[in-house]
């Protein structure tokens, strides 16, 4: 079935829009909001203000890239949610406006089942079932995706996501929002063996990321004064470890528990060096084949949207208009829709 698609993402501080022509993603425009770094993280309202200044040109952008004209496009896609609602609700108004206006469906996106079908935009796909771990500012998840729409979700944090714990602990360190990126870049630099921090004992497959944020607060609470730009880079690559440690322990028992051997990572984290350096060496030692999507494709951007939204254009499951954004939206209310 022919598909000319335009996707919207705009569920948290990245306005972004992209064109997808048979499930071939023809463009896939980011804007990301560089205002909440003088506040030290996402001001929910200021996002959302910055969202409806800029959808318009991003959607102008993303359709003069793939060079073409709004008349033609097949159906419009957007992020319901999981996100912040008043993000959520101008992508959600902007693509019902946009559908009504040239009379196409509308088709509604998990933003984490978006993260995980980023693994579906380019050759090789991971074959089904496979376990992805999906990393990003607000979730941790380890997911059993049986195919394109129909996804588990296995064990997830029980507190902070992973995202939160680098970008609240790289705060702690005098580094600028996000500092995810910035920590990961200091880390190169340092030893990881330098601090030791404990792991969390969480059952199952779930995770805890809130303990190893107090106890790095409670160690540098203790230190000298200059004892963090002194240790900066040791710091980083100590916590960083943890977490990687952390998360690579879980992903392996779920691969040992579900007898799976492809393995994804997906989400803002998924392009952390390390995180992508140990999830192909534990490949490696165990043989499993491993998918890391390209950089562009980990934090968020509507090229993920889109490939989500073939898939469901496939499926003719269209959206009704009545339909309204979650800030809190379970991958289960999408697939059993
Ligand atoms: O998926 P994403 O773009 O947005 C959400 O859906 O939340 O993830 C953003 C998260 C932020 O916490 C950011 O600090 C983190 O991904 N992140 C990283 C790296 N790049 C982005 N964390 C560690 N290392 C990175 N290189
Ligand atoms: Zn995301």
Same mark, same amino acid.
């Given at each position: 079935m022919c598909a000319l698609l335009l996707a919207i993402e705009s569920s948290c501080d990245d306005t972004s829009a992209a064109v997808c022509r048979d499930g071939v993603i023809l463009s896939n425009v980011v804007a990301t909001q560089q205002l909440h770094s003088e506040y030290g993280g996402v001001v929910p309202e200021l996002a959302s203000r910055a969202h409806q200044e800029k959808i318009v040109p991003v959607v102008a952008e993303a359709l003069k890239c793939a060079a073409v004209d709004k008349k033609e496009l097949d159906a419009v896609a957007f992020t319901i949610g999981p996100g912040l609602i008043g993000s959520l609700l101008v992508g959600t108004m902007f693509s019902k406006a946009f559908a009504l206006a040239l009379d196409i469906p509308l088709i509604t996106v998990n933003h984490m089942m978006a993260h995980v079908s980023a693994h579906f935009i380019d050759a090789p796909l991971p074959q089904f079932p496979f376990l992805c771990l999906t990393v990003s500012g607000g979730h941790t998840q380890i997911v059993l995706v049986k195919d394109f729409l129909e996804m588990e979700v296995i064990g997830e944090t029980i507190d902070d996501a992973a995202g939160e714990a680098f970008d609240k602990i790289a705060k702690m360190l005098g580094l600028p929002?996000?500092?995810?990126?910035?920590l990961d870049k200091l880390a190169r630099e340092g030893n990881p063996q330098a601090f030791r921090f404990p792991e969390p004992q969480v059952r199952d497959l779930n995770f805890s990321f809130s303990g190893l944020k107090t106890s790095v607060l409670y160690f540098l609470q203790k230190q000298p004064e200059g004892f963090i730009s002194e240790h900066l880079s040791d710091l980083c690559a100590s916590v960083q470890k943890t977490i990687v440690d952390i998360l690579l322990k879980k992903l392996h028992k779920a691969a040992k528990q579900y007898g799976i051997r492809q393995i994804a990572i997906a989400g803002g984290v998924s392009a952390n060096s390390?995180?992508?350096?140990?999830? $192909?060496?534990?490949?490696?030692?165990?043989?499993?084949?491993?998918?890391?999507? $390209?950089?562009q494709y980990c934090t968020d951007n509507a090229a993920m949207i889109a490939i989500c939204a073939y898939h469901k254009y496939l499926k003719k499951d269209f959206a009704d208009h009545s339909i309204v954004p979650k800030a809190r939206y379970p991958i289960a209310s999408i697939s059993q829709k």
């Open positions: 929002y996000p500092g995810g990126p910035l390390e995180l992508r350096r140990r999830v $192909q060496e534990m490949g490696a030692a165990h043989q499993w084949s491993v998918y890391i999507p $390209q950089f």
